[in-house]
């Protein structure tokens, strides 16, 4: 029979050597950074994944990355939510979200797939009134660079924000275990602030041409230069152009 188990976290990926860098792993690295900072048990084989065992706020936590590929997730996932017999309150998914910029980080209970094939297969095998941890990797600006872009590695130039947010993820996960979802939102994005892309730079790119437009403003407003109305010069000025009178 199994064991009373509180939680079940899962991180998606694909499994191999080949994807272990790729955007589309994140939620695998949130998954090890977590085990490995609250020393969870070895992986082991178990649900057509490697599930890790340990304690996050006095509760027993069943870490899982789904070994289906990702498209097949809710197969591996469901079958562990099965086996302990949990409702998907149960449940948070751990996994990459183009449609956040890179280090950005929202957790929400709910709602579509939003074209995540990982999620769509959870929602597809067990519903989908489960929390879900979306950590953002960016868009690449085009629909057909999608599948290039979260099949890519993550840059060298990435470790600056994600190596701080997987250590946020890891240090303040018992918070989520806690309900207190703002909270650990916050701890991610203290950890990142300044880290992910140029967004420090922003308001000062900003702020450059509106001091120019005002510039630009001020200058009709000044006083027109007065002419001349008596001497050769205003002589010289009625002969061009006559007299206006």
Do not use: C
């Not at 694909?14 to 020393?39: C, L, Q, T, W």
């Not at 070994?67 to 149960?90: I, P």
């Not at 275990?177 to 703002?182: P, T, Y």
């Amino acid at each position: 029979m199994p064991g009373k188990t509180a939680l079940v976290f899962a991180g998606l990926g694909n499994p191999g050597a080949k994807y272990a860098e790729n955007r589309h792993n994140v939620g695998f690295m949130a998954a090890d950074a977590i085990a490995r900072r609250h020393s969870f048990s070895p992986w082991s084989k178990k649900f057509q994944g490697l599930i890790s065992e340990g304690t996050l706020g006095g509760e027993k936590i069943i870490l899982i990355k789904p070994q289906t590929f990702m498209n097949l997730s809710g197969q591996s996932v469901g079958e562990a939510l099965r086996f302990y017999k949990l409702d998907l309150s149960a449940l948070t998914v751990f996994y990459d979200e183009i449609d956040l910029a890179e280090g950005k980080l929202r957790i929400k209970t709910g709602g579509g797939a939003g074209g995540h094939n990982g999620i769509r297969s959870i929602d597809g095998h067990v519903g989908n009134a489960y929390r879900r941890v979306r950590i953002g990797v960016g868009h690449p600006g085009v629909k057909e660079m999608v599948q290039h872009h979260v099949l890519g590695d993550f840059a060298k130039a990435d470790r600056d924000w994600l190596d701080p947010l997987l250590d946020a993820i890891a240090d303040n996960a018992a918070m989520i275990v806690k309900g207190d979802e703002s909270g650990f939102m916050n701890k991610a994005a203290l950890a990142v602030q300044g880290k992910a892309g140029a967004e420090p730079e922003k308001p000062a790119q900003k702020q450059a041409p509106k001091q120019q437009s005002q510039a630009r403003q001020a200058r009709p407003q000044q006083a027109p230069a007065k002419l001349p109305e008596t001497g050769p010069m205003a002589a010289m000025l009625k002969k061009l152009f006559g007299n206006k009178d």
